[in-house]
């Protein structure tokens, strides 16, 4: 009977210790990876661009007009960004759920033939509608974690913007072990619409705001960052299989169908593998009550903060290096709220932000420098078939620039991170280093170097990505968290106009003119040699050098700003909690966190909270 007790007990332990994982920070950050890397299906345009001008009859510049709503949809976020600022992040995900199934579908039934040919713009409003889930996967899963990690923000963007940029590499894997390599890429637009649908829709429960408790202290922080560096490992290993398969894939032509069942398993093992970590770090929260997440609401964060009746005054929320602004002038409200914005790294308004110089000067560099690898991205198809590619290596080459599009994002997360916290190394100064680095990669598509397609696809692949990060870094430092949702999504609105530019009315317009003057004839003009693309990169090596430019300025105009402590005001919050904790007494005082680190909660949302120690009997079990 005792031992049948114990079982008993012992199986209540695990389904609770269970729950506590599935409800937990970490499983959350899981999930959002899982989703990220589900979301990146804009990034293999190049690979099913072929059937849609195939079998559409499109001309080069029609095409590149398809794919200027594709990246239209996928990076104006305006809407999800504004949906989540009042409603829950599961919300946004189910909308881009729909969306992502809808728009990818149609475009399925019309390149195969089972729905009426559609006109050129309604194929556009498809494209859009699906790549427009894109920002709703990255609203409701990067900016939740991001709140939820503040301290390390450049980090978890780097992690999670990298395994979007592994998403293409691994979706021609699953395509190649499902529909075998010599298709057309219609059947990858089927597996594009449904599985990101559904895995959005299976985590949708998970993903919330779970922010660390203000009781949580140094030690915490560090063992966090430990974690980060564990899915690091993890990502770099599954980028490395990834890039092995890519050049069995190309080197290996008769490679069995068994052979790629057996990848295929091997893939998902190392793409679920950081599910140890996750367990690892929750059963460290299930043990120790201080380091539970702290409350939260629908909308943002609460803590409780136990202080002194005579000390009710909230941490502090600016920044040690700049002075606040003092807005108490008789100016009218309007032109202070857009034209008197307060310090860098205080919370912007959204029109203060969005009429400020920073993200002027930032708009201009990203349109110059996204738009134009981004144009690379797009026209990998046709640039390989141009300089007498075969059509599996240019497979090879969308593959290359998703895995290095994961380095890039990786990389510029972490390595910004390292020398901003240890040189006080401006984070706009990382993005200048990028430009100058990809106009190397966009100058050996212009010249068309033997074999340099390869090194093309990486350089450009790398800098493609590492943008992602350094951008969405730089808003949130400089403009806050509090409208970080809607601001995230109006920096990545430069990406389609840069790509509208450089590739509709440029790429686009010179590969059909050099078509033409080749003699080619009819809808489908294909262009073959160098001059396809020669000026039209020459313009976009130009263009990349002055974004290159334009981003030095930002660095200069911040310099002051990124040698201060940037997240002070996060530490003061844990370090007034801490002591709270453990003077255990006083009056209870339940203050908003600050805004910067809760999504901006006003005096309204607070409300009585309390911290317990649960499972407590449970937690003893498990230590022992």
Avoid at 418 to 424: I, T
Avoid at 475 to 496: H, W
Wanted: charge should be positive.
């Amino acid at each position: 009977m005792v031992a049948g007790d114990r079982a008993g007990a012992g199986a209540a332990s695990t389904m609770r210790f269970a729950l506590h994982v599935l409800r937990g920070r970490w499983f959350m950050f899981f999930a959002s990876i899982l989703i990220m890397a589900a979301a990146g299906g804009t990034y293999i345009f190049g690979i099913y661009s072929k059937a849609i001008k195939t079998s559409l009859g499109y001309d080069q510049q029609t095409l590149n007009t398809l794919s200027f709503f594709k990246d239209a949809g996928a990076n104006v976020g305006v809407l999800p960004g504004l949906i989540n600022e009042v409603t829950p992040p599961w919300v946004v995900l189910a909308c881009g759920a729909g969306m992502n199934l809808v728009g990818y579908l149609m475009i399925y039934l019309s390149i195969t033939g089972r729905t009426a040919r559609p006109p050129v713009w309604l194929m556009c409003l498809y494209i859009a509608i699906g790549s427009n889930s894109q920002s709703f996967a990255n609203t409701g899963a990067l900016v939740t974690a991001v709140k939820n990690f503040p301290e390390d923000r450049g980090v978890v963007l780097g992690l999670l913007k990298g395994f979007v940029g592994l998403s293409g590499a691994i979706f021609t894997q699953l395509y190649a072990t499902i529909y075998g390599t010599d298709n057309d890429g219609a059947d990858l637009v089927l597996l594009m619409a449904w599985l990101p649908a559904a895995i959005s829709l299976i985590f949708i429960p998970t993903i919330r705001f779970l922010p660390r408790s203000a009781a949580a202290g140094a030690a915490s922080r560090a063992r966090e960052r430990k974690a980060f560096f564990l899915f690091l490992y993890a990502s770099i290993v599954l980028a490395v299989y990834l890039l092995v398969m890519t050049f069995v894939d190309e080197e290996v032509t008769n490679f069995p169908k068994a052979g790629y069942y057996v990848t295929a398993a091997v893939l998902l093992l190392l793409i679920f593998l950081p599910i140890v970590i996750v367990v690892k770090e929750e059963l460290r929260t299930y043990l120790d009550p201080l380091a539970a997440p702290a409350a939260t609401t629908t909308t943002g964060v609460i803590l409780t903060i136990t202080v002194d009746e005579k000390n009710k005054n909230p941490p502090s929320s600016a920044p040690l290096n700049e002075a606040v602004v003092d807005n108490s002038s008789p100016s009218p409200a309007w032109y202070q709220d857009v034209f008197r914005p307060p310090a860098r790294g205080q919370d912007y308004t959204i029109l203060q932000a969005l009429f400020s110089v920073d993200m002027l000067v930032l708009f201009v560099a990203t349109i110059c420098g996204i738009g134009g690898t981004l144009t690379a991205v797009d026209n990998m198809g046709q640039i390989g078939q141009s300089l007498g590619y075969p059509q599996r290596a240019v497979t090879t080459f969308v593959a290359l620039l998703s895995i290095w599009n994961y380095a890039g994002r990786v990389v510029a997360g972490f390595a910004s991170e390292y020398v901003l916290a240890r040189h006080k190394v401006p984070r706009p100064l990382a993005l200048t280093v990028v430009l100058l680095l990809a106009c190397v990669g966009h100058a050996l598509i212009a010249f068309g170097v033997r074999n340099g397609l390869y090194a093309a696809s990486v350089i450009l692949g790398f800098c493609f990505g590492a943008q992602w990060p350094l951008l969405f870094a730089i808003i949130s430092e400089v403009f806050g968290l509090k409208y970080y949702s809607t601001l995230y999504n109006f920096g990545a609105v430069a990406s389609p106009v840069g790509s509208y530019i450089l590739n509709v009315r440029i790429a686009g317009r010179m590969y059909d003119d050099e078509a033409r003057r080749q003699g080619q004839a009819g809808g489908d003009l294909t262009c073959i040699g160098v001059r396809c693309f020669r000026e039209s990169f020459l313009i976009i090596t130009g263009v990349t050098l002055l974004g290159a430019l334009v981003s030095l300025v930002l660095a200069w105009r911040t310099r002051k700003f990124y040698r201060g402590d940037l997240y002070g005001q996060f530490r003061e919050v844990g370090v007034a909690g801490a002591a709270a904790a453990a003077a255990g007494g006083g009056n209870k005082v339940h203050e908003q966190a600050s805004s910067s680190g809760s999504g901006g909660l006003s005096d309204s949302d607070t409300r009585d909270t309390s911290e317990t120690a649960v499972h407590g009997g449970d937690r003893q079990g498990l230590k022992n």
